[in-house]
């Protein structure tokens, strides 16, 4: 198990849309344990492989209370999504420190492979809808701050790159 870096925005990596993965076998599953392990250790609630430099469909999410319930989404497909949506308050491993308003739809239902490379469908409500539609983002390039004003965009892209000239001091 190993602790991968995570890109920062505006890093033009994850602008990258994500292949799918073409097959289960020992180098995705470690990966998922290595992503799983980051996404722990950088305390989030879900991690794309887009952001640690994978440019595979995969994303990681744990979303309990206790943190041991990972969910692991291998090239995942919205099936269905909920006619309803609400504004949710979204943060991102690879926008520290931000915290912004995303419209996400209510419910999805979403079919993917987990990590023994069996497909199922999950559908999702409250955080772990959230955090599905954003995860899958990452894997089609996008980053929550793309769904904010151009100013506000500015403004956080101006802020990261201070902190990132500062942290290589």
Request: aromatic share 4%; proline share 5%.
């Amino acid at each position: 198990m190993a602790l991968l870096p995570i890109l920062c925005f505006p890093d033009p990596r994850l602008h990258i849309v994500a292949k799918p993965v073409a097959e289960v076998d020992g180098r995705i599953r470690t990966l998922c344990t290595d992503m799983i392990a980051t996404m722990y250790d950088a305390k989030g609630i879900g991690l794309a492989a887009t952001q640690v430099d994978v440019h595979e469909r995969l994303i990681v999410i744990d979303v309990s209370e206790e943190r041991d319930e990972p969910l692991v989404l291998i090239n995942p497909e919205l099936v269905w999504t909920s006619p309803t949506s609400h504004l949710n308050e979204e943060g991102c491993l690879s926008v520290p420190g931000i915290y912004d308003g995303v419209q996400r739809f209510d419910t999805v239902q979403v079919r993917a492979l987990d990590g023994t490379g069996k497909s199922r469908v999950i559908e999702a409500d409250g955080l772990l809808s959230v955090c599905i539609q954003h995860e899958m983002d990452h894997l089609m390039g996008r980053v929550f701050v793309e769904y904010l004003s151009p100013l506000k965009r500015k403004r956080i892209k101006t802020k990261m790159l201070k902190a990132q000239r500062e942290a290589e001091r």
